[in-house]
């Protein structure tokens, strides 16, 4: 696994207090991982913390799941 | 009891009789103040009079970047912005038949949109810290009505509604959002009514007198505090008892 995706799925466990096996390609994080929209915005605003990028808000609204997130972020880093 | 050391307050219209006391009693209470508004000279003697913990943010409200721009200001020069108080507001009285669209449009502009635009620019910040107090200085009339403010007192509503949706969904991050909905108080506006006028407005106040700034201050104070971090969503009324709501 990329360090990319290793250190979103980090801060999805950490965020969301999900089993770590339970983090995987296709996990919504609304759906699958329990995350209210809010907690999907404080998600957003700790990617872009931690990759030091900007994820307007159209974007944002993109991703949907982990792997739309390590997608996205290394996309943009 | 309310102790604010080391927390930031932003406060809007610090330039008006009753934003200068909202100020002053944060400011009393140990926080720093970033004191807004679009006249400077008040602003600069209200700073000078606290001395430390005090910054001067000119803005024009009525400006939609300017406002954008403001609490990145505001935490530029404080360190950050715990506490957003929206106190600016204007008037532009018209018998509604007579309203015309910029007579409604700039009233919702400022004490309206420029709230919700001030909100927004001190959330991220606020979730991240797990901590915020916003407090939105409605008015009696927006519970009421009045005749002759159908713009203000729908300014006025509308900042009721927004403060309430805006506490739903932050409650669970530590940030409460309240209004605090002043009645008739004694103002530099105030002043110029002559005794008869005031008498008639004293008779429609159970308590018979208008209030004082400083007990509209007193309410914000206590909103602002971390005592008080289990009221959300509520509309403080500080009326004399003109309107029980």
Excluded at chain 1, 9 to 21: Q, S, T
Excluded at chain 2, 84 to 94: E, K, W
Aim: aromatic share 4%; proline share 3%; glycine share 10%.
């Amino acid at each position: 696994m990329s360090d990319v995706a290793d250190r979103v799925k980090k801060i999805v466990v950490e965020h969301l207090g999900v089993e770590e096996d339970k983090v995987v390609e296709n996990a919504s994080f609304i759906d699958d991982l329990g995350a209210d929209s809010l907690d999907t915005v404080e998600l957003v605003m700790a990617f872009e913390e931690e990759f030091g990028i900007e994820i307007p808000d159209d974007a944002a609204e993109t991703i949907q799941t982990f792997g739309d997130a390590v997608k996205f972020i290394t996309e943009a880093s | 009891m309310f102790d604010l050391t080391g927390k930031c307050a932003l406060v809007t219209g610090a330039s008006g009789g009753i934003g200068g006391e909202i100020a002053k009693a944060l400011h009393a209470a140990g926080a720093t103040v970033g004191l807004s508004g679009t006249r400077v000279e008040p602003l600069e003697a209200l700073a000078a009079e606290l001395g430390e913990r005090a910054h001067v943010l000119p803005c024009n409200l009525s400006d939609p970047e300017a406002v954008d721009a403001l609490p990145k200001q505001a935490a530029e020069a404080m360190g950050s912005v715990d506490i957003l108080v929206n106190n600016a507001g204007i008037t532009r009285d018209q018998i509604f038949m007579r309203m015309s669209d910029d007579e409604w449009q700039s009233v919702l502009d400022v004490n309206l949109t420029s709230t919700m635009r001030l909100c927004r620019g001190v959330m991220r910040p606020m979730m991240k810290a797990r901590w915020g107090r916003i407090i939105n200085i409605s008015s009696i009339v927006g519970a009421t009505g009045n005749p002759g403010q159908a713009n203000y007192a729908a300014s006025k509503a509308g900042m009721v509604g927004l403060t309430k949706s805006i506490a739903y969904e932050v409650a669970s991050r530590g940030i409460t959002a309240n209004a605090v909905a002043p009645g008739f108080i004694a103002t530099a506006m105030t002043d110029k009514l002559t005794d008869d006028q005031k008498g008639k407005i004293n008779a429609q106040i159970p308590a018979n007198r208008m209030g004082m700034p400083e007990e509209i201050a007193a309410a914000v104070l206590y909103l602002a505090s971390s005592e008080a971090g289990y009221v959300t969503g509520s509309t403080l009324h500080v009326n004399g008892g003109m309107a029980m709501l």
